[in-house]
């Protein structure tokens, strides 16, 4: 426990550091002596609690997916739910659906989210893992190309909103949103803490999980739909921002070990610090304009991603 405990104090540290240094850096000056009134502290402190959330929503949905899967590669983009979702919360957009109420983007993105994994689920159920990563491969560029012929039909009004969902950015997100995918990301630590040694059990195999007795379908289902549900809300909330789900917990159980009951909230510390951080060098890299923080998570998680089919191939 007190191992535990300590294992906790650096992903603290580096949350309340990333913290900070989101709310000092930019392009824009605080007014610190009236720091209470100022818009753009108020905004950038949003925008930092924006960054921790979706980033540990999307760790937490990358290391469930790892664990019931049984493959490091897998994460909420690799297996096209981002996609997925970004294509459901562009049609609201499209079809001028959005202003019926703030749940309407999630409700259209979670099934998006849905439909694109029991494609993929049936179509490589009786597939290898390498398989089922492949479908999800093509199922989340058949949704780029969706998503690019959304945009090639939207008006000017439209477009704006169907374009941020195509780069995935942290510069203007709803409060209640905001608030609606915090208390999801909580359920879902609480949910898979609950059940890490199920999760455990799965990430063994199937026949193991059934002589250890865990029901393999009854929980493959709970876990990805909680998987999909947390990738969903941060779709709803800031579009497309791929690979973190797959960064964050490869390099946690490279530190902390496979037990899940005792990387789970690691995972989302660290999370939210790589987005924090990634959310800062979008505001410094470029000397003019912002960069959508989608770019650089891709950018970073593409190179990873071949690092790790380079590793995985070397090992069979």
């Known amino acids: 426990?007190?191992?535990?405990?300590?294992?906790?104090?650096?992903?603290?540290?580096?949350?309340?550091?990333?913290?900070?240094?989101?709310?000092i850096f930019g392009k824009a000056e605080i007014d610190w002596a009236n720091w209470q009134q100022d818009?753009?502290?108020?905004?950038?402190?949003?925008?930092?609690?924006?960054?921790?959330?979706?980033?540990?929503?999307?760790?937490?949905?990358?290391?469930?997916?790892?664990?019931?899967?049984?493959?490091?590669?897998?994460?909420?983009?690799?297996?096209?739910?981002s996609g997925g979702a970004s294509v459901g919360a562009a049609l609201t957009f499209i079809l001028h659906i959005n202003t019926w109420g703030i749940y309407t983007i999630p409700v259209f993105a979670l099934t998006g989210a849905l439909t694109v994994l029991v494609l993929v689920l049936f179509f490589s159920r009786r597939?290898?893992?390498?398989?089922?990563?492949?479908?999800?491969?093509?199922?989340?560029?058949?949704?780029?190309?969706?998503?690019?012929?959304?945009?090639?039909?939207?008006?000017?009004?439209?477009?704006?909103?169907?374009?941020?969902?195509?780069?995935?950015?942290?510069?203007?997100?709803?409060?209640?949103?905001?608030?609606?995918?915090?208390?999801?990301?909580?359920?879902?630590?609480?949910?898979?803490?609950?059940?890490?040694?199920?999760?455990?059990?799965?990430?063994?195999?199937?026949?193991?999980?059934w002589i250890l007795g865990v029901s393999p379908r009854i929980f493959t289902v709970l876990f990805i739909t909680t998987a999909s549900l947390l990738a969903s809300a941060t779709v709803a909330l800031a579009g497309l921002i791929a690979f973190t789900g797959l960064i964050v917990p490869h390099a946690v159980r490279r530190i902390y070990g496979c037990d899940h009951t005792k990387i789970i909230f690691p995972t989302a510390l660290w999370g939210g610090t790589f987005l924090m951080i990634c959310d800062i060098l979008s505001r410094i890299v470029h000397?003019?304009?912002e960069l959508p923080v989608g770019v650089l998570t891709s950018l970073v998680g593409g190179t990873v991603f071949l690092y790790l089919i380079k590793v995985r191939r070397k090992g069979m």
Not at 1 to 23: D, N, S
Not at 145 to 156: M, R, T
């Open 127 to 209: 597939l290898t893992t390498e398989d089922l990563l492949l479908s999800g491969v093509i199922a989340g560029t058949v949704s780029s190309s969706i998503l690019v012929y959304l945009v090639s039909i939207a008006d000017n009004s439209e477009l704006a909103g169907v374009t941020w969902w195509l780069l995935g950015d942290l510069q203007a997100m709803d409060n209640r949103l905001l608030l609606f995918t915090a208390v999801i990301l909580f359920a879902a630590l609480f949910l898979i803490r609950c059940f890490a040694g199920e999760l455990n059990a799965l990430a063994l195999g199937e026949e193991r999980a």
């Open 1 to 23: 426990m007190k191992r535990h405990l300590t294992g906790l104090i650096l992903p603290l540290m580096a949350v309340l550091l990333a913290g900070c240094a989101g709310l």
């Open 39 to 81: 818009i753009i502290l108020s905004l950038r402190f949003t925008r930092v609690c924006g960054a921790f959330v979706i980033g540990a929503a999307l760790a937490i949905a990358g290391m469930t997916l790892q664990g019931v899967l049984r493959n490091p590669l897998a994460e909420p983009f690799t297996l096209g739910i």
């Open 287 to 289: 000397p003019v304009r």
